[in-house]
T-cell receptor, first 110, second 115 residues
Framework: QQPVQSPQAVILREGEDAVINCSSS?????VHWYRQKHGEAPVFLMI?????EQKGHEKISASFNEKKQQSSLYLTASQLSYSGTYFC???????????FGSGTRLQVQP | DAGVIQSPRHEVTEMGQEVTLRCKPI?????LFWYRQTMMRGLELLIY????????DSGMPEDRFSAKMPNASFSTLKIQPSEPRDSAVYFC?????????????FGPGTRLTVL
């Protein structure tokens, strides 16, 4: 079952902050975050693992609430280059493969 | 270092024709994933291989789709016969392992249009 992302779309001014949420109805082993620019392939941002371990870019932060099966991606002091569609991919304990959410379209304006 | 390589980048074909998409994963990666992306269904996993062995093909839509990985550096996704509803961007991705700890590196994708 596909994880649910919110919001579906957000528009920011440069320098503003944003939070993108991802929730699942299944017990999760990990949550991955990717960003995709129009016409390009998804690019890895962050992995959050059950137990608290994280792996990803220094300038991006995220959280993973294992009890609620929710993850949030925090984008601070946004830049124009942050524009794109953000996908969370969840790996549940039953199926060791990613299921991606429907995406959050982020647009950063000058 | 070369990333994941896919070919062709664009494919236009007519309904009923056979289509073969190709992927070369990053050297040293032992997991390979085929995804399909459409506006309606988003990014869907079709199949993934670990050490050239298919592990999960539950996402393959129907018998018209087949995938092979004859060696660690090459995989194909075949659609026979193709239908207009197969039109999508097909991504191949590879990673250094199957566990959730390993990020996936996506290829540039093949945009398939079936007329």
């Amino acid at each position: 079952q596909q994880p649910v992302q919110s919001p579906q779309a957000v528009i920011l001014r440069e320098g503003e902050d944003a939070v993108i949420n991802c929730s699942s109805s299944k017990a999760l082993y990990s949550v991955h975050w990717y960003r995709q620019k129009h016409g390009e392939a998804p690019v890895f941002l962050m992995i959050l693992l059950k137990g608290g371990e994280q792996k990803g870019h220094e300038k991006i932060s995220a959280s993973f609430n294992e009890k609620k099966q929710q993850s949030s991606l925090y984008l601070t002091a946004s830049q124009l280059s942050y524009s794109g569609t953000y996908f969370c991919g969840t790996e549940d304990t039953g199926r060791r493969a990613l299921t991606f959410g429907s995406g959050t379209r982020l647009q950063v304006q000058p | 270092d070369a990333g994941v390589i896919q070919s062709p980048r664009h494919e236009v074909t007519e309904m009923g024709q056979e289509v073969t998409l190709r992927c070369k994963p990053i050297s040293g990666h032992n997991s390979l994933f085929w995804y399909r992306q459409t506006m309606m269904r988003g990014l869907e996993l079709l199949i993934y291989f670990n050490n050239n062995v298919p592990i999960d093909d539950s996402g393959m839509p129907e018998d018209r789709f087949s995938a092979k990985m004859p060696n660690a550096s090459f995989s194909t996704l075949k659609i026979q016969p193709s239908e207009p509803r197969d039109s999508a961007v097909y991504f191949c991705a590879s990673s250094a392992g199957t566990s959730g700890y390993n990020e996936q590196f996506f290829g540039p994708g093949t945009r398939l249009t079936v007329l």
